[in-house]
């Protein structure tokens, strides 16, 4: 195979793997105006009634959101369901106790009967969450559109890079840092997701750095015994479902009861920047809206790139792979595939043109029923409260 022929192998395997670009300028505000011009008022209906029936619908979606752009970007990769033979994003352990994948499916079918094959699972994200966020008295941030669906759903990602409750500060800005945000940002995106929603008993540690006494003898309160296992806190104990600006008194008093926050209100870096947003309260919302808008097009997929999904929890063509990851072939250019077989005798650009969902690769085992989550302890808890 000469250099060129090479060239273009790499290329279409590098498709197949459906790598992420920066290319969050390619989004518009008004990408779906011609294709579908209702999506947005079909996902707010659907946000509304999901928070009539759960007031901590936008808490769940925030972490969603937070844990999908995160692991490698705002592809939807978390909402792939695993499968017997093959891992993926949402059985790692940080994702175990995500939840809101149902709203999103069911704004996806509505979609799907109103606009087939047009509105990415990804763009239901993040437009879902800023409406969850909007209606939970946060800030109506700008969300553009035209985002698409990842090809890989890789449990490694989200096991590596998703930073824990407990993390030290130093620690925590560099993860931050590393996705192009600064710290004042790190402080915003855990200001606004933390003073809603509710936390795991278990993952609480109020020894690890100091909690203010009274709010102590209140967490015992509600955590001690039996309810260890199976008790929830408040992340803000006076407006658990409304997004403001409580975080930031709660976070320099030691009233907060994940170790990170109470860590970043005693950081010499991090407590300035808690104590000029308590002292202007006013300026939080504004702000949050840009850190939001930023986090909700991070290292985005557009273009010819990925998918548009019929389904959220699973890739269009399958592709099982011999690794840990689930991968797909759905966007492969056949042209760039000749000459690469499926080990069957079958030519992959063959499969890929006809839209066979026929595996390339090893044969695999037959799936068989997937196996309910394995649980995980309380260091692998992520930074959205439950």
């Known amino acids: 195979m000469d250099a060129c022929r090479l060239l273009l192998v790499l290329l279409g395997l590098l498709a197949i793997a459906g790598t992420p670009t920066l290319a969050d ?13 209702d999506a947005e008022k079909i996902i707010t209906g659907v946000i509304e009634k999901s928070l009539k029936e759960d007031p901590g619908t936008a808490a769940g979606l925030l972490r969603l959101l937070f844990h999908d752009c995160f692991a490698n970007g705002c592809d939807a990769s978390i909402l792939i369901d695993p499968l017997s033979n093959q891992s993926a994003e949402k059985e790692a352990g940080p994702n175990i106790s995500v939840r809101g994948y149902e709203i ?81 940002e790190m402080v915003l995106l855990l200001a606004g997701g933390h003073s809603i929603g509710k936390v795991r008993c278990i993952f609480i540690e109020p020894d690890a750095t100091p909690m203010e006494a009274k709010y102590q003898g209140s967490i015992s309160k509600l955590c001690d015994g039996d309810n260890r296992d199976t008790g929830f806190v408040n992340m803000d104990e006076n407006n658990p479902n409304v997004v403001d600006a409580s975080y930031f008194a709660n976070a320099l008093a030691m009233k907060m009861p994940l170790t990170i926050d109470r860590l970043l209100g005693l950081d010499s870096k991090t407590t300035p920047i808690i104590e000029g947003m308590l002292k202007k309260s006013d300026d939080f919302m504004p702000a949050f809206s840009k850190a939001m808008s930023k986090l909700s097009a991070l ?7 990925g998918e548009i999904r019929k389904t959220c929890t699973e890739f ?38 006809q839209g066979s969902q026929e595996p390339v690769g ?25």
């Open 104 to 184: 999103i499916d069911e704004a996806k079918k509505k979609l799907e009967e109103k606009c087939p094959n047009t509105v990415s699972c990804a763009d239901i994200i993040a437009l879902g969450t800023r409406e969850s966020v909007r209606l939970s008295g946060g800030p109506d941030y700008e969300v553009k559109m035209g985002r698409r669906d990842s090809l890989v759903s890789n449990r490694e990602e989200a096991d590596n890079n998703l930073p824990g409750p407990d993390i030290p500060v130093p620690k925590l800005s560099s993860e931050f840092l590393a996705r192009g945000f600064n710290a004042e």
């Open 25 to 37: 300028d390619e989004l518009t505000a008004d990408f779906y105006k011609e294709s579908c011009p």
């Open 299 to 305: 290292k985005v997929i557009t273009g010819k790139d």
């Open 362 to 386: 090893p044969e695999l085992p037959e799936p068989e029923a997937v196996s309910a989550p394995r649980k995980e302890s309380g260091r692998h808890h992520k930074l959205r409260g439950d």
């Open 316 to 353: 269009n063509n399958p592709m099982p792979s011999s690794g840990g990851s689930v991968i797909r072939i759905s966007s492969a250019n056949p042209e760039d595939l000749e000459g690469l077989s499926d080990g069957k005798g079958k030519e992959v650009a063959d499969i890929v043109s």
